[in-house]
């Protein structure tokens, strides 16, 4: 029998959201995060302006919502989609979606992270943050993550 987690899903999901919703605002993009079902049904949140959530009815799996959207012209131009599956990176890549490793998103996120708490000190010490005015400039178009 496997261990419980340290800490309900539901609590890592709200991390990871709230992660992402600051990570989207100093960006810039848009950020679409798509979960396998929850409570039996597919559901649809907007959690920040920035943020929404896809969660994938019962019948489907979050791989297959990203290909229904996907295939069915529901991704904005400059999407990237985020996963480690390469079975399904294979899938996006070959409908001309741009596609990233979640390793390779994460570590992006963490530098994202640390630039904005290297301006945030800045600011805090009455230091000019450069010529963008502490923006960070956007590298890419919305972004679409895939987790479970």
Do not use: C
Not at 17 to 34: H, Q, W
Not at 84 to 97: C, F, K, P, Y
């Amino acid at each position: 029998m496997a261990a419980a987690p340290p800490f309900p899903l539901d609590l890592w999901r709200e991390r990871m959201l709230l992660l992402l919703e600051n990570y989207a605002a100093f960006v810039d993009r848009d950020i679409t995060v798509v979960f396998d079902a929850r409570r039996g049904k597919a559901d649809t949140e907007q959690i920040s302006a920035r943020v929404t959530v896809l969660f994938a009815s019962p019948r489907y799996s979050a791989d297959q919502v990203i290909e229904r959207m996907v295939r069915g012209s529901a991704i904005a131009p400059g999407t990237v989609v985020v996963t480690s599956d390469r079975v399904e990176r294979l899938i996006v890549m070959g409908a001309g979606i741009a596609t990233m490793s979640a390793q390779l998103f994460v570590e992006e996120l963490l530098d994202a992270q640390q630039e904005l708490s290297g301006l945030t000190a800045k600011k805090e010490a009455g230091i000019p943050s450069g010529r963008h005015g502490g923006k960070r400039r956007q590298k890419s178009g919305p972004a679409t993550v895939r987790r479970r």
